[in-house]
Nanobody, 123 residues
């Protein structure tokens, strides 16, 4: 089963930091773009940050200068370092990746989402 597993969410006070981790299952052959998205209560899911396999990054304006996305291609992991957290950062954060994997000797491509991890920032 191809999957992503997030960890690292929790409760933090405003101004604090958290680091989210996302690990891809071992049966994934390769990963192209990876990213973090979030969905706050009553709001649509939005992009937080993305990173290509070559390390190019893109951030939502609301998190620029506070969040950093980075990855380890060899170990198929991505992280989101979140600093100077604000109450409006409260959301469920999802890991996302464009992956390839072998199934019955055929290489297949899939966009995969993690199960989400809750980040709550108190004021």
């Amino acid at each position: 089963q191809v999957r992503l597993v997030e960890s690292g969410g929790g409760l933090v006070q405003a101004g604090g930091s958290l680091r989210l981790s996302c690990a891809a299952s071992r049966n994934i052959f390769s990963i192209n773009d990876m990213g973090w998205y979030r969905q706050a209560p009553g709001k649509q899911c939005e992009l937080v940050a993305t990173i290509t396999s070559g390390g190019s990054t893109n951030y939502a304006d609301s998190v620029k200068g506070r969040f950093t996305i980075f990855r380890d291609n060899a170990n198929k992991m991505v992280w989101l370092q979140m600093n100077s957290l604000k109450p409006e950062d409260t959301a469920v954060y999802y890991c996302n990746a464009d992956v390839s994997f072998y199934s019955n000797d055929y290489l297949k491509y899939l966009e995969v989402w993690g199960q989400g991890t809750l980040v709550t920032v108190s004021s």
